[in-house]
């Protein structure tokens, strides 16, 4: 048992840097008490104390603002950062070394009394606000991206940005040998933008070969280093 809690303990002060010594991670962390009280409840609601094990939940969620059902299947490691607003269902599995922030969901899309929460594999990293739905799977070392909604399974090493979610598959690993976390989230892929601007430039191209490389028309906007210029923008 102290040796589940150093490491818990650990886990904050490995993927935190405003976290800068142990009192203030026991005393401050709102995740970290959420993950402890989960413990609780999810080994009363195996042995059937179902009733005790989901009110206690619900005064963790009034305590911590973090709502996780006690029937979830939490892994070792595991870091929800800020939390407020996080919500975790029945049946979904959260991998070790998982890092959530807040206002995240792993919810259900069925009625039926199966699995139908999603499963999240070891190393993942979900940021604010997205949303991750249904019985799928999210590989491990993946990142997916604020506010993004996942409704699709996703392979190992894949970044997941966008409503719906769109899937990246990286090419090289994610981590480094000598880092503990994926937590670089301003590295995300901006798929749709990229894409229009590829399709822009193709059509301009066949624009000047059909009219002699003369271009037809006004001139296509395309974004310069991820910024859009242009002064018959409607702002």
């Known amino acids: ?32 008490h959420a993950i402890w009280a989960h413990r ?26 973090i709502e996780i059902h006690p029937g979830a299947t939490i892994g070792h490691h595991v870091f929800i950062d800020h939390g407020m607003g996080v919500v975790i269902g029945e049946t979904a599995e959260v991998g070790d070394y998982a890092t959530i922030y807040h206002g995240v969901t792993l919810g259900g899309t069925s009625l039926h009394k199966a699995k139908r929460h999603p499963t999240i594999e070891d190393h993942v990293v979900i940021g604010a606000g997205a949303k991750v739905l249904g019985a799928i799977s999210i590989g491990a070392n993946s990142r997916i991206g604020a506010n993004a909604v996942v409704v699709k399974s996703a392979p190992p090493n894949s970044v997941i940005v966008g409503i719906p979610g769109q899937v990246v598959v990286r090419e090289q690993p994610s981590l480094a040998s000598n880092e503990k ?23 301009e191209s066949l624009e000047k070969r059909v009219n002699g490389g003369e271009a037809y028309g006004p ?17």
């Open 181 to 203: 976390a994926d937590l670089e989230h301003g590295r995300l892929p901006d798929t749709i933008g990229e894409t229009l601007s590829a399709l822009i430039a193709h059509v």
């Open 219 to 235: 001139a296509l906007h395309v974004p310069d280093h991820g910024i859009w210029h242009g002064g018959d923008f409607s702002i």
């Open 40 to 65: 609780l409840t999810h080994r009363l609601w195996k042995s059937g104390w179902k009733l005790v094990a989901r009110w206690m939940s619900q005064i963790m969620r009034s305590i911590t603002g």
């Open 1 to 32: 048992m102290f040796t589940t809690i150093h490491d818990d303990i650990q886990s904050v002060l490995d993927r935190d840097p405003a976290a800068r010594n142990i009192p203030e991670v026991l005393l401050c962390y709102p995740g970290l």
